[in-house]
Structure formats: structure tokens, C-alpha cells
């Protein structure tokens, strides 16, 4: 029996902070997304990011909570940076959202990443390409300001589930808001 995957799996990944040390990183589904959901996740009402002043000479273990985001699960056609049709629907989505005014003054960088399967040189080079074709459908579908997007490949350097290095959330694109 073979069965080949038509579609490889991405992942917008981020951390939506409800506390000071608590993380929830819920992974929505491509027909999950909505412009309410982008939203929440990357301008919280209220955010538990602080920063703090620590006397000269004083030694503090400060922990930098990372910046809001969202996890969003989007497929791309095997081997490719090609977007399917459910990825281009959810990404319409992001798009609608990233214009909206709780989200237009920031800017993002996008980051790709891949899992461990084929060589370091060709998962660097897809989890770039990925990136790039994200940013670029936003840019051009949505028309969102290039200056507010980058787009970086990370290869297999970050993987998310170490358990198994070849699971579908390793292979996933990170939007991160620049602060």
C-alpha cells in the first residue's frame, strides 16, 4: 500500500500569554481561523509583557514572555511552497486581519521552519521558501505594507515536537509581531 501525502503541514506558531508564566498554544485548524481569532491572538486586550528597572548591581533571572501571536495549521502541497486552496482561504483571513486597526501599526517576521526529513540544505531552503510565499500572498493578495513583513528560513533548527522530529508541527511557519 503507498500512500503519499498531497499536502505538507505549516504552522503559524506563537504563544497567546493569559498570565505571567502561562502559555497556551491552541493549533487552529485552516477552516478554524478567523479574523477575530488573528486578532485576539496578536493584540491582546491585555498583555503580560513588562518590562522592569533592576538597580545597578542587582542580578535578576528576568524571564521576556514572547510576543502575542497565533497558531494556525496551513498545508502546502508536498515538497513545495506551493499553497493549497484551504491555505490561501485561511491566509485571506490573516490578510483581512492584519489590516485591521488593532493590527495595522505592527510589523512581523515570518519564520520558516522544517522537520528533519531530507538533507539541512534543501529543509533550509523550503522553510524559506515557504516563508516567502506567505509574505508574498499577503503582500500581494492583501496588500499589506512590505516594510511590515521579513521572512526567514530556520530549516530543522527549532523543532517543536523533539519527540518525534517528523511531526506535522515541526514543519510550520512562525509570524512573530516585532516590538
Given at each position: ?20 508564566n ?5 493549533l ?17 486586550e ?24 497565533a ?9 513545495s511552497a ?14 483581512r486581519?492584519?489590516n ?6 505592527f ?15 534543501f ?7 515557504r516563508a ?7 503582500i ?7 516594510s511590515?513583513?521579513?521572512a526567514?528560513?530556520?530549516?530543522y ?6 519527540h ?8 510550520r511557519?512562525?509570524?512573530?509581531r516585532?516590538?
Amino acid at each position: 500500500m503507498k500512500f503519499i501525502c498531497n499536502t505538507i503541514t505549516l504552522v503559524f506558531v506563537a504563544t497567546i500569554m493569559h498570565h505571567a508564566n502561562a502559555q497556551e498554544n491552541r493549533l487552529l485548524h485552516e477552516n478554524e481561523v478567523s479574523e477575530a481569532v488573528v486578532i485576539n491572538a496578536l493584540a491582546p486586550e491585555k498583555s503580560s509583557r513588562t518590562r522592569s528597572f533592576v538597580p545597578l548591581g542587582e542580578e535578576r533571572n528576568v524571564k521576556v514572555s514572547p510576543a502575542p501571536s497565533a497558531s494556525i495549521l496551513i498545508t502546502f502541497n508536498t515538497n513545495s511552497a506551493e499553497l493549497t486552496h484551504g491555505a490561501k482561504e485561511a491566509l485571506d483571513k490573516i490578510g483581512r486581519a492584519l489590516n485591521m486597526d488593532k493590527l495595522a501599526e505592527f510589523s512581523f517576521t515570518i519564520e520558516g521552519h522544517a522537520d528533519l526529513s531530507g538533507t539541512y540544505q534543501f529543509n533550509q531552503y523550503l522553510s524559506k521558501a515557504r516563508a516567502d510565499t506567505v509574505k508574498n500572498y499577503l503582500i500581494n493578495w492583501h496588500h499589506i505594507e512590505p516594510s511590515r513583513l521579513s521572512a526567514i528560513g530556520k530549516g530543522y533548527t527549532e523543532l517543536i515536537n523533539k519527540h518525534n522530529p517528523l511531526a506535522p508541527e515541526n514543519r510550520r511557519v512562525k509570524l512573530v509581531r516585532n516590538e
